[in-house]
């Protein structure tokens, strides 16, 4: 079969012959290599021409039929999931830009599906899960994956500082570094809770930081009556087992990932560390996130020697009404000459 056939019929048309080939899942495990080449082939280009009326699916469910078909197809074993995989990949090579966008983003959908299934030792195959994870990065986290209930078991652990999780979150971030940033926004909370006042801890492996001010406990008169009070606030109180935890599992991704099309969810960490020192600084406990101030000060230079353009527009940013540039000078991440080389570069 091919395009001039497939495109004498209807979409619905092709998409029923689909549904009714892969209807009795158990039986198409049992088709041919060249059948289940027709069957990819047909289900690909029904996804082209859905992508032209309705261009690339955003959300998690809902997907349009031809999609659903090659996942389901897909799913029914790692040969049939290599086979999907395989001929999306020699489809990009002849698409015009549009439907490669569109082809990338049912690629990484497949990716998402089976990672353990999938081979990243090619180049072609990282290139187009990084450019579909750079094209859709407001979306692609959202999407399914067999992970996310592994994921999240590893993230509960983690919040309630059971360092033995790091090795896991470790391996998970080096064998599949997108499944680490896709979850960059959970991370993300889990830094921001564990930094409130008060907030509590539930592992006695957790070595947890209480600040108080520099100058102490404040006085107050409360109806005629002294008293002393210490003040807390966000970034007073911190678990360094934690935050040293995240860092750790965002270095374990490579560089090609984390410094390039990772560099968004990992702003995202490094400006919830700067706030934590900004904090710290003025604290009398400020020597207890040195290890978290060394370790974020290595990511800060590894991310300005592999991406010094990226870099410089980070630093360009706002952040709590002040550019990055100011926190990371303050808490000595850069040097006031890298501030000032920065301001050069995006001048």
Same mark, same amino acid.
């Given at each position: 079969? &091919?395009?001039?056939?497939?495109?004498?019929?209807?979409?619905?048309?092709?998409?029923?012959?689909?549904?009714?080939?892969?209807?009795?899942?158990?039986?198409?495990?049992?088709?041919?290599?060249?059948?289940?080449?027709?069957?990819?082939?047909?289900?690909?280009?029904?996804?082209?021409?859905?992508?032209?009326?309705?261009?690339?699916?955003?959300?998690?469910?809902?997907?349009?039929?031809?999609?659903?078909?090659?996942?389901?197809?897909?799913?029914?074993?790692?040969?049939?999931?290599?086979?999907?995989?395989?001929?999306?990949?020699?489809?990009?090579?002849?698409?015009?830009?549009?439907?490669?966008?569109?082809?990338?983003?049912?690629?990484?959908?497949?990716?998402?599906?089976?990672?353990?299934?999938?081979?990243?030792?090619?180049?072609?195959?990282?290139?187009?899960?990084?450019?579909?994870?750079?094209? &859709?990065?407001?979306?692609?986290?959202?999407?399914?994956?067999?992970?996310?209930?592994?994921?999240?078991?590893?993230?509960?652990?983690?919040?309630?500082?059971?360092?033995?999780?790091? /090795?896991? #979150?470790?391996?998970?971030?080096?064998?599949?570094?997108?499944?680490?940033?896709?979850?960059?926004?959970?991370?993300?909370?889990?830094?921001?809770?564990?930094? /409130?006042?008060?907030?509590?801890?539930?592992?006695?492996?957790?070595?947890?930081?209480?600040?108080?001010?520099?100058?102490?406990?404040?006085?107050?008169?409360?109806?005629?009556?002294?008293?002393?009070?210490?003040?807390?606030?966000?970034?007073?109180?911190?678990?360094?087992?934690?935050?040293?935890?995240?860092?750790?599992? #965002?270095?374990?991704?490579?560089?090609?990932?984390?410094? #390039?099309?990772?560099?968004?969810?990992?702003?995202?960490?490094?400006?919830?560390?700067?706030?934590?020192?900004?904090?710290?600084?003025?604290?009398?406990?400020?020597?207890?996130?040195?290890?978290?101030?060394?370790?974020?000060?290595?990511?800060?230079?590894?991310?300005?020697?592999?991406?010094?353009?990226?870099?410089? /527009?980070?630093?360009?940013?706002?952040?709590?009404?002040?550019?990055?540039?100011?926190?990371?000078?303050?808490?000595?991440?850069?040097?006031?000459?890298?501030?000032?080389?920065?301001?050069?570069?995006?001048?």
């Amino acid at each position: 079969i &091919n395009e001039e056939d497939v495109t004498r019929y209807s979409l619905s048309r092709l998409v029923s012959f689909l549904q009714a080939s892969l209807g009795d899942q158990p039986s198409c495990r049992n088709l041919s290599e060249e059948e289940s080449i027709v069957l990819c082939r047909i289900a690909i280009l029904c996804l082209e021409m859905d992508g032209e009326r309705e261009g690339i699916p955003s959300g998690r469910n809902n997907l349009p039929a031809s999609l659903t078909l090659l996942l389901d197809f897909a799913g029914q074993g790692k040969r049939h999931f290599t086979l999907a995989g395989k001929m999306l990949l020699q489809r990009l090579d002849k698409s015009t830009p549009v439907p490669q966008s569109l082809l990338s983003s049912a690629f990484m959908r497949l990716y998402l599906l089976r990672p353990q299934w999938a081979s990243t030792a090619t180049a072609q195959v990282r290139k187009v899960l990084l450019k579909s994870a750079e094209e &859709n990065h407001s979306i692609w986290t959202s999407w399914i994956s067999s992970s996310d209930g592994q994921m999240d078991d590893l993230l509960e652990c983690l919040q309630s500082g059971d360092s033995r999780v790091l /090795r896991s #979150f470790n391996e998970q971030a080096r064998k599949y570094p997108l499944l680490i940033l896709r979850k960059c926004g959970n991370f993300e909370a889990i830094l921001k809770k564990d930094a /409130r006042p008060l907030a509590q801890t539930h592992s006695s492996q957790s070595q947890r930081v209480e600040g108080t001010t520099v100058g102490g406990k404040i006085e107050a008169s409360i109806e005629g009556h002294v008293v002393r009070l210490s003040l807390l606030d966000w970034g007073y109180q911190f678990t360094e087992s934690i935050w040293m935890g995240v860092l750790d599992t #965002f270095c374990s991704i490579h560089k090609e990932v984390l410094y #390039f099309s990772g560099e968004k969810e990992l702003r995202r960490i490094l400006e919830c560390v700067l706030l934590l020192l900004q904090v710290q600084t003025n604290l009398t406990t400020a020597s207890s996130a040195t290890k978290i101030k060394g370790k974020a000060s290595e990511i800060v230079q590894n991310y300005k020697a592999a991406n010094l353009s990226g870099f410089n /527009r980070w630093l360009s940013q706002s952040l709590e009404g002040t550019e990055v540039r100011n926190g990371l000078v303050g808490c000595s991440l850069i040097s006031p000459q890298d501030a000032i080389d920065s301001l050069k570069a995006v001048a």
